[in-house]
């Protein structure tokens, strides 16, 4: 293990959080938010755990230069080891990428072949995704366990939904986590001229698959302000969204990005036949950010960085962790968590992706109204999904990932279910064990 020489006075508080997966591009975002937010987030010990080497010492190097540009107190340690690095923390966040960039190119491509959107969080490369990451994830947890029984872990990894789901039923204290919802939340606090903090979203669905049903002013009880949003500004929604301004009018409500893929199907499943992958884009562009990382005059997080995607991720990780470890967090955030009767319509032990208020025992989703069925439809079929893909995470089997394959609305068709089962196995077979 590598130690921080430091220069400052350790924090007093001393809490320790952990990061797996810290050689990661995106680890510079995390670590400039908990430097601004220290007041949020005191921390007297941030370890980054990766295996690999080369990358952690880049990331390692800037992640230190930029506590130190920012005056923050705490020490910055790397390591390879995972268990030492988990040993004793806090919090413990997972951002993992099982396969790295080479996977997730297969992903967004052989999907294709059959018509099918290639993406790495859903369809049949999401899919492929879970197989490949909710062992790992386990495996990490239970060692988590073993070393730092009262950390929290938070999951940035995709799916989140599923991995999430799969740490909860093995017991573990974890709480999924995604940038969707405070990215819109910044973008309308921006145009309605407000505080982010003032900006409260009825978010409700699964991870990846969301709806802002309405646009609070104040809190959970305050003005809803979606319809003048929308009357004001739903060009620039739509065009973020990359869907036609008279569908949000007509549905009233902002869907995710995510939706896109549900919404236009075939329109993407064109573009993306016709232009380089977004795993090819994101593989260059790390290049350069890791050349950039090497520069030791580097003291901030680039520019470049904001391409990458992720943004804002830092913030919502801070506010999180900080209300777990009973800090100065928001009391309402966007979270992904059972499900606990809050959709009354999924099992109790199903992940939502929600408003809930978040403390020192975790996240409780705050009461949803009645959600219209042409959400609630999409919500459930995507949920059986997400079972089905669990179950062939955890006991693999060609007939298992046929079912969750068959049973999701990008895909459907029997002959597809077929087609992609044989692909995905081909594709992953190194990161199969049963296969």
Known sequence: MRQSSGGHPPNPRRTKIAVVGGGSTYTPELVDGFARLRETLPIGELVL???????????GGLA??????????????????LDAGVAGADAVLLQL?????????KDETWPLECG???QETTGAGGLAKALRTVP?????????????????IVDFTNPVGIVTRALLQAGHRAVGLCNVAIGLQRKFAALLAASPGDVHLDHVGLNHLTWETGVRLGGPGGENVLPR????????????LRLPRQMLDRLGVVPSYYLRYFYAHDAVVGEMRTRPSRAA????????????????????????????GGAYYSEAAVDLVASLLGGAGSPYQVVNTY????????????????QAAVGTKGAAPLPLPDVDPLYGGLIANVTAYEELALQAALRGGRDRVFKAMLAHPLIGQYEYAEALTERLVAHNREHLPWA
């Not at 755990?49 to 990331?59: C, F, N, Q, W």
């Not at 884009?281 to 005059?297: H, I, K, P, T």
């Not at 499900?339 to 929600?354: K, M, Q, S």
Request: with cysteine.
């Open 339 to 354: 499900n606990n009767g809050t959709l009354p319509f999924l099992p109790d032990d199903a992940v939502v992706e929600v």
């Open 64 to 81: 230190r230069r930029i506590f130190a540009r920012q005056g923050h107190p705490g020490t910055i340690t790397t390591t390879a080891d």
């Open 97 to 105: 990428r099982v396969g790295g960039q080479a996977a997730r190119e």
């Open 281 to 308: 884009e994101v593989a260059a562009m790390e290049q350069r950010l890791l050349e950039m990382y090497g520069d030791r005059s580097l003291d901030e997080k680039p520019a470049l960085l904001a391409q990458r």
């Open 49 to 59: 755990v990766d295996p690999a080497a080369g990358r952690l010492d880049l990331v």
């Open 136 to 152: 790992v994830v386990l495996d990490i947890a239970e060692r988590v366990r073993r070393a730092a029984p009262g950390a929290w």
């Open 116 to 118: 099918c959107v290639g």
């Open 229 to 240: 949003l929308l009357a004001e500004h739903g060009d620039a929604i739509a065009r973020d």
